[in-house]
């Protein structure tokens, strides 16, 4: 264990079994302003045992067993007791820490089957820059739980099913599949989308084609099957162009669709009526759970089967859940999908519960991803109105990365084709950053100035840092995993710096927790700058001695690996050189 945080809860446990026979209390360990840590436990300790937090605390620091690793334990305040960590427990465990491949993360003992559904789009239509944010978050909380040593199943529940296929279908038939507007799909769904949609709206001979061919897709007709697969497919190919570049890790066998469900839906929606659980209301079959309330004041239906007799998106989600229960048996599932969907999930988890089908050892998050602005404030789109093209959006940030990236300065000359290689990888880890850094349930304003600025909390800058190490190793003509040390500490900098890189598996573990990339992001960024404060205070290469050099080229070397394993969790690459 590493984590001093931990290490030092731990102690303070033991100590407080012995003392109180209270080993199961929270200890309460925080960052102190007067210490490294403190321990917060006497106070609620003594209103729980009725005594004086003073006393608590002294009987817990007369227990208390922390001499290897604490040069001083103080009570102060009403009952505080802080704890300042050794520099030689400081430098030993970084040194540890230098030698493991995994950062002296440890595997979790308790690993999760965790079902992480993300990018999840609509077949035949453009991402837009929500289904981008979903998709990069949910990449980064697939990579951070993966690392920590959970079971993590990748989910893109792919929109390949609903009333506009029939449309589709015959527009692709007409057009041709191999011809040009075919291809269309593979590269600008929106525009094959929107021919079919006016279509549909100004020829009714056509509409009516459209409707019989969905008819004959929900019966299940072999060659409209084969029609809508090919669809299917065509979407594919555009998906994992973008995929492709962001450098998500979502692959084919990832994909269960909507469509994947379709043939329980009948099952789910007999179930809950004979379960008596969803009753017909105005001819549909519905679920009204308990605390729904629509803006009347009446109960807000789940509606599960229309009076059609056609299914819901909840319908589709309800067999899902089971799905995910019962053939997967999953411990955790976090769907990574627009805050706009909120009642729907929490309505759908009242459902599945109420049914039976998510028993209370399972944990079902909806992880909301909020909006992304337009400088005006409203959803991002662009001049004309239109939704953005990805594909466009993608170029634009490169190409500003460009810029930007000619504006610092650079240790050797560029030539064009490695300069083009880290020009992309400075735009896309813009864009990814930007997503990345702010909590993911808030809005942001999108904007390519501030999340390319080599500046600040970005991708640009972090890459920058982990480039300006290698630089370093490059001059002193040593490799970084030839840098041992040993690690020691004599200044307050380099003791700031170790100190905030024990910090690394519980920030992983507090980002994987939650579900929220923003915690790494903001671990990363305070990683740089204790590096930034320990660079500009202690010289590396022209240390004073020997000895001093080596160690400082260590905690050198330890940053670098640290912030390049965090930002390949977060799915940003990290340019050797910048
Ligand atoms: N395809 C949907 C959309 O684009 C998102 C699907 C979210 N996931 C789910 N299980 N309902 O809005």
Not at 144 to 149: A, D, T
Not at 194 to 211: N, S
């Amino acid at each position: 264990m590493s984590d001093p945080q931990k290490v030092l809860a731990a102690r303070v446990q033991a100590a407080l079994g012995q003392a109180f026979g209270e080993p199961d209390v929270d200890p309460a360990i925080r960052p102190s302003q007067f210490a490294d840590f403190q321990a917060n436990v006497a106070l609620a300790l003594a209103k729980k045992l009725g005594r004086k937090p003073r006393d608590i605390a002294a009987e817990l620091v007369e227990r208390l067993d922390v001499a290897d690793v604490c040069e001083k334990v103080e009570i102060s305040g009403p009952g505080f007791v802080n704890l300042t960590l050794r520099n030689e427990w400081i430098a030993g465990r970084a040194q540890l820490m230098h030698g493991d491949d995994r950062l002296s993360v440890e595997p979790t003992a308790t690993p999760q089957t965790t079902v992480v559904e993300y990018s999840s789009p609509n077949v035949a239509k453009e991402m837009h820059v929500g289904h981008l944010r979903t998709t990069i978050v949910g990449d980064a909380i697939a990579r951070v739980l993966e690392f920590l040593g959970h079971n993590v199943i990748r989910d893109n529940h792919l929109g390949d099913w609903g009333t506009q296929y029939g449309m589709l279908i015959e527009h692709l038939l007409d057009v041709g599949e191999d011809s040009d507007e075919g291809m269309l799909l593979e590269t600008d769904p929106n525009s094959f989308y929107q021919a079919a949609r006016a279509r549909y709206d100004a020829d009714e001979e056509f509409a009516g084609r459209a409707r019989r061919r969905l008819v004959s897709l929900q019966a299940g007709d072999p060659e409209t099957m084969r029609h809508w697969q090919r669809l299917v497919d065509l979407s594919k190919v555009y998906l994992h162009t973008v995929y492709g570049r962001l450098g998500v890790t979502l692959t084919d066998d990832d994909i269960r669709g909507e469509s994947f469900y379709n043939d329980m839906l009948g099952d789910t929606a007999d179930e809950l009526a004979a379960d008596g659980i969803a009753t017909i209301s105005d001819g549909a079959l519905c679920v009204f759970p308990p605390g729904f309330t629509g803006r009347d004041g009446g109960p807000l239906p789940v509606i599960i089967r229309k009076s059609d007799g056609g299914y819901n998106y909840s319908t589709s989600d309800l067999a899902t859940v089971r799905y995910r229960v019962d053939k997967l048996t999953v411990d955790r599932m976090i769907y990574v999908v627009g805050s706009q969907q909120s009642l729907h999930f929490q309505m759908l988890f009242a459902v599945a519960r109420m049914a039976g089908w998510l028993p209370d050892g399972v944990r079902a998050e909806h992880a909301q991803i909020g909006s992304v602005l337009g400088s005006d404030g409203k959803i991002f789109r662009t001049r004309s109105g239109k939704s953005i093209k990805l594909t466009e959006l993608l170029d634009e940030a490169v190409e500003r990365a460009g810029a930007a990236f000619d504006d610092v300065p650079h240790d050797e000359p560029f030539d064009e084709v490695s300069r083009r290689a880290v020009v992309e990888a400075v735009g896309i880890g813009a864009v990814k950053y930007a997503d990345l850094s702010v909590a993911r349930d808030s809005e942001y304003v999108f904007d390519f100035d501030r999340m390319i600025s080599f500046r600040g909390n970005t991708g640009p800058y972090l890459q920058y840092a982990t480039a300006r190490i290698r630089s370093i190793f490059r001059k002193g003509g040593v490799a970084p995993e030839e840098a041992l040390g040993p690690i020691a500490i004599g200044h307050d900098a380099e003791r700031a710096l170790a100190l905030h890189l024990l910090g690394f598996g519980s920030a992983l573990e507090t980002a994987a927790e939650a579900a929220e990339p923003h915690r790494l992001c903001a671990y990363l960024f305070d990683l740089a700058s204790a590096y930034t404060t320990f660079y500009e205070n202690c010289p590396v290469l022209k240390a004073p001695d020997e000895e001093t050099r080596a160690s400082r080229l260590a905690l050198c070397a330890l940053t670098l690996h640290t912030l390049s394993k965090g930002l390949e969790l977060l799915g940003v690459t990290t340019p050797e050189r910048m």
